[in-house]
């Protein structure tokens, strides 16, 4: 599933200039993707665009950039406060394991997964199959929500989210 989604992410642009599932599904098809691997990405995506549809987003001047904004839902409830910790339950904790949750904590200290997007990558992460997570899975479904909602991380984040941590040479 996920290397489908990389050819995804890869080939269109933004979530909004993805084509509809039925013609996804034929251009994966065509490309030699498996048709059980082609369901379960289509599945996922469906679930990411539904999570992502009321995802509401003041985009700065740079054009790249935006803030995730408190959905019309969560209007009534207080805002998140500096000081405020995501207690993740126990099924959160081994589906999603360790080490993807100390890089959600990386990204959300390093201002780049504001509260409203880490609630996206948690329940997307969570509708995967297989657990724990790999680390290389969770920094595809980071992708994938930057992607679909039009904000592209930047630069330093961009290489992170893509480079192989294993070609890394310490100086």
Known sequence: MFEVLVYVYENYWRGDACPEPEQLGRK??????????IREALHWLDGLS?????????RHADGTSAT???GIAADAALPQSADAMRVYSSAEQEHIGAECLGFISFLESASVLPGGMREIVVERAMATPGEPLALDELKIIVL???WS?????????????????????AH
């Open 144 to 146: 994938m929500v930057h």
């Open 68 to 70: 995730v904004l408190p």
């Open 149 to 169: 909602t039009g904000v592209e991380p930047d630069a330093l984040v961009l290489d992170e989210l893509c480079d192989a941590s294993s070609d890394r040479v």
């Open 50 to 58: 539904l999570a992502t549809r009321g995802v509401q987003l003041e």
């Open 28 to 37: 994966l098809s065509a490309q030699g993707f498996d048709a059980d691997e």
